[in-house]
């Protein structure tokens, strides 16, 4: 194999060819490449990753991308540089529109693709059975656990797990969260609150792996049961989103959000289903078509918080361990239990959720040349 990263650096050039291997990871799909192929200057690796996905163009015709930002994603991933994990996880989402990559979020999605993806790569050892492989997760700080079956030396990709939002079913990849509670935001609730009014609106602003602002629909004038489409044309909702966002995101420690991909905001209203609550998430602009792993994480959290504008349309009872999100191509399960200190703080006991992920394609990507 070509190592991209030696032949680049040395002629002082982009690298012709890199290992890439797509995968659909859970509701997302991207480019898995090897953390030994890419530039170590942030600058040059973001140039690169932009080359291969072909941003910016709206079709991103030229290069790998999906055209849209849930089919543009990219996993760095390479050996741990700590002691407590296998692997080290590099998330970057490139901006289809513009030639910008954020490594400000996490994405629990390409995760579930990664433990799969280090059993490729001969990362971790491949020991028939039920494996586990410790990933750092690098944007965060913080680490997942992931158990799925290997056998013959290779990942499963076949079973019978169903996601929403994906067709057919696939072997199930079980991923528990450590200490993802305010890894972008320096705290589960980062003003100590459950509830702050924000721009005029109570909202939850929370970070559970993901930070999110939690808003109830109807206070926006909106059911919260409309479709991606209609909510994505109404300019008056997303001119409140963004005011909201844009008052939000000091007040989350994550300064200026004008141009970044967080803070995410869900809206949230009475369950229509099965579920304890309906949302509709923008990521942090466009309607999601569901729903985001840490997300999900995050609002099922702050749904188990009293009074906030989660708990007030949810459902859910304190006895219940899995929060099931309504959202508008289904339902997503996270099982999310927190306790409470004595003066009422709220303390996350454990994350965990299920997801699936399938190998596409494998070989090697060649960028676009550098301009
Ligand atoms: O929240 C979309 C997705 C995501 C992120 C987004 C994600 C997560 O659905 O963990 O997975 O929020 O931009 O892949």
Redesign the pocket.
């Known amino acids: 194999m070509s190592n991209g990263r030696a032949e680049g650096e040395r002629a002082g050039q982009a690298p012709l060819q890199l290992r890439c291997m797509i995968m659909r990871g859970?509701?997302?799909k991207g480019a898995y490449l090897m953390a030994a192929d890419m530039p170590a200057d942030p600058a040059a690796r973001d140039d690169l990753v932009v080359r291969i996905v072909g941003s910016p163009d709206p079709r991103q015709i030229d290069g790998m991308g999906g055209a849209h930002?849930?089919t543009t994603?990219v996993a760095v991933v390479g050996p741990s540089l700590r002691e407590d994990a296998d692997v080290d996880y590099l998330f970057l989402?490139p901006s289809v529109a513009e030639a910008v990559v954020s490594d400000r979020?996490?994405?629990?999605?390409?995760l579930a693709g990664v433990g799969p993806f280090a059993v490729e790569r001969g990362l971790v050892p491949a020991t028939d059975g039920t494996t586990a492989v410790r990933i750092h997760m690098v944007n965060t700080a913080s680490v997942a656990t992931a158990r799925f079956e290997v056998r013959g030396g290779s990942p499963v990709y076949s079973g019978a797990t169903s996601i929403s939002g994906v067709p057919g079913s696939a072997a199930p990849i079980r991923l528990e969260f450590e200490g993802i509670a305010g890894g972008s935001c320096g705290a589960l609730l980062p003003t100590g609150n459950a509830v702050d009014v924000v721009a005029g609106v109570e909202c939850t602003l929370i970070d559970n792996?993901?930070p999110v602002v939690v808003v109830r629909a109807t206070d926006l004038g909106v059911s919260g049961y409309e479709d991606c489409e209609d909510l994505d044309a109404n300019s008056s909702l997303r001119s409140a989103l963004n005011q909201i966002r844009l008052v939000a995101g000091p007040l989350m420690n994550l300064g200026d959000v004008s141009t970044t991909?967080v803070p995410?905001v869900t809206i949230v209203a009475p369950p229509r289903a099965e579920g304890a609550l309906c949302t509709r998430?923008f990521?942090p602009h466009r309607c999601?078509s569901?729903?985001?792993?840490?997300?999900?994480v995050s609002v099922a959290t702050a749904a188990r918080l009293a009074d906030s504008p989660a708990a007030s349309v949810s459902n859910l009872a304190e006895t219940d361990t899995v929060v099931s999100i309504e959202h508008p191509t289904g339902t997503f399960e996270a099982n999310v239990t927190v306790a409470f200190a004595n003066d009422g703080s709220p303390l996350v006991r454990h994350a965990g959720i299920v997801r699936t992920a399938r190998k596409l394609m494998d070989g090697m990507v060649f960028p676009r040349p550098s301009t």
Request: proline letters at 0%.
């Open positions: 859970g509701t997302s930002s849930l994603k989402q979020q996490n994405c629990g999605n390409l792996g993901m991909t995410k998430t990521i999601h569901s729903i985001g792993v840490l997300g999900a």
